[in-house]
């Protein structure tokens, strides 16, 4: 039968999205285990909302970059709607929908996000965020608490140095009093101090007056602040201090009498006492005056978290006090503070750090087929290992070459391979062969398993005792459950 080619559909994705092939989704679904156990460990329970909603929903005061990155389009009833852009605000929406729910209300929530950004590498306009959030807490130990799940998350996914860096939108307000510079344009302002690791000082410096050339030769205009209101910007961002208590104590210097900004301080201390609490050490978490972070429901502590062996892929999990967005919804304050995790850029970055490594198969066991007549005999053995919590694969190609399927299985990164031929029917028995390069047991090696690596990685046994061998080899208990 012949094939029309000018028919044929041409296999193409839409610019700024992508797919994600096996061995991705099995790192990233390994890594949203882990985070989500992290998550329970705090006594956060599981949300899930639609992908789309009304876009009055999403539109609010969230910032102007924000509004224009939503994909918002007429459905065929009519209806104006729109993709969600993150999972706050659906969460404010849920919040005030079933005013049921127990206050506080401790969440977390994983699912794709849609902003309509200018693609660029590592940048796309679908991606997964995982949030963990309080609502109905207006303490700051409920803050504190968000740090903490930051700092056990990161080490429960292996990262060793990362830095969750901590400021206040109150603090920030009252750097737009010190520097008289006019309220309506403190958005724009924190926008370009947010910026400062990508651009440094001299880069803010510039936007906040003139402008500057970026490296790809665009143009980007500058706020045309005067001299004096930048120069206390600058000494604002000049803030450090060995400890949180000595940044604090800067801040209190340079902003006394300044309004509002007491306020922000204070719920900064009772931070760094409940952080001293926790055992959070100044290392993992500091103060940075610098911290702006980009949308505009922001009104208390904000924070965002780095990793310090690869600081390219930006803010990895970020997130603050958000007391105003449940507002629009019911007309009353309900305090609010929570995070979230760029799952992707996490994922990249640790493929960069080696710390998560991307397999092509979720088999621990590959089961070989040598006589496809005895297919009924295969499927027996496939079953007992799947019955045991053993993850195996029968081997289904057209391939009869026990070579080849090994192949197969070395490509796929299956560490274990069960080869059943006339000899092993005859005698009950099955050939297991470790297709590792050698056995990379932590700790002592048994007896048991330097008997099999003395085999050079494949031993003949009886049926009965093929769980047993393949759990020595794999590193599993008794139960079948990764030791």
């Known amino acids: 039968m012949s094939v029309d080619k000018d028919a044929l559909i041409k296999p193409r994705l839409l610019r700024g999205f992508r797919d994600y092939l096996p061995e991705q989704v099995i790192a990233r679904q390994k890594m949203i285990a882990t985070i989500r156990e992290i998550y329970e460990r705090y006594g956060f329970v599981p949300l899930d909302t639609p992908a789309m909603e009304y876009t009055e929903t999403l539109l609010g005061k969230y910032g102007e970059e924000s509004s224009k990155q939503i994909f918002r389009f007429v459905d065929l009833e ?11 605000v659906p969460l404010a929406r849920v919040v005030a929908q079933y005013q049921d729910l ?5 969440r977390y929530q994983v699912g794709p996000v849609w902003r309509f950004d200018k693609p660029d590498p590592g940048r796309f306009r679908e991606f997964i965020q995982f949030d963990l959030d309080t609502v109905g807490s207006d303490s700051m130990a409920a803050d504190a608490e968000i740090l903490s799940g930051i700092c056990d998350t990161m080490e429960a996914l292996g990262i060793e140095r990362f830095r969750v860096r901590c400021s206040n ?96 301080i204070d719920e900064l201390r009772r931070i760094d006492e409940y952080l001293t609490a926790l ?27 780095i990793l310090l062996d690869a600081p390219e892929f930006g803010a990895v999990f970020s997130g603050g006090r958000y007391d105003g967005l449940v507002e629009r919804f019911l007309g009353e304050k309900i305090p609010a503070t929570g995070a979230s995790i760029g799952v992707d850029r996490l994922l990249a970055a640790l493929l960069k750090l080696g710390v ?6 979720t088999a621990q066991v590959l089961v070989t ?29 057209p391939e009869r070459s026990i070579r080849k399927q090994l192949k197969y299985a070395d490509r796929q990164q299956i560490p274990v391979a069960v080869i059943v031929g006339p000899d092993e029917f005859a005698r009950h028995e099955v050939s297991i062969k ?4 050698g056995l990379r047991r ?11 690596k003395a085999r050079f990685g494949q031993v003949t046994v009886p049926r009965d005792k093929m769980l047993d061998v393949i759990r020595e080899i794999l590193g599993q208990d008794a139960r079948g459950v990764r030791g």
């Open 102 to 106: 127990p206050r506080p209300f401790r």
């Open 442 to 452: 932590q700790g002592e090696v048994s007896e048991r398993s330097a008997w099999l």
């Open 279 to 305: 055992d959070i050490s100044e290392e993992k978490v500091v103060f940075d005056v610098s911290i702006a972070r980009g949308l505009d429901y922001y009104t208390g502590p904000i924070f965002e978290t």
């Open 169 to 264: 939108r109150k603090i920030l307000n009252a750097l737009i009093a010190f520097a008289d510079v006019d309220s309506r344009r403190a958005t724009h302002v924190f926008r370009v101090i947010d910026k400062i690791d990508r651009i440094g000082r001299e880069g803010v410096r510039q936007e906040l007056t003139r402008g500057r050339v970026d490296a790809s030769g665009d143009v980007i205009p500058g706020l045309g602040l005067d001299e004096r209101a930048v120069s206390r910007i600058m000494e604002f961002l000049s803030i450090a201090g060995a400890t949180r208590a000595e940044v604090l104590d800067a801040i209190d210097e340079l902003f006394h009498g300044i309004p509002g900004a007491r306020q922000g």
């Open 434 to 437: 470790d297709l590792r390069e």
């Open 78 to 88: 009519g209806n104006d709607v729109a993709l969600r852009f993150d999972l706050t």
């Open 356 to 361: 998560v490594a991307l397999r092509p198969s």
């Open 369 to 397: 087929v040598m006589e496809p007549d005895r297919m009924v005999e295969y499927q027996k053995i496939t079953r007992q290992l799947r019955l045991a919590g053993i993850n195996a694969e029968l081997y289904l190609g």
